[in-house]
């Protein structure tokens, strides 16, 4: 994993997980 899945991870559960970043 690179820069190329942050974006896509962040686009992807930032609206539904705001959480993800505490796990």
Known sequence: ???GYEPFVMAM???PIPSYKEL
Do not use: A, E, N, R
């Open 1 to 3: 994993l690179g820069k």
């Open 13 to 15: 559960l930032k609206p």
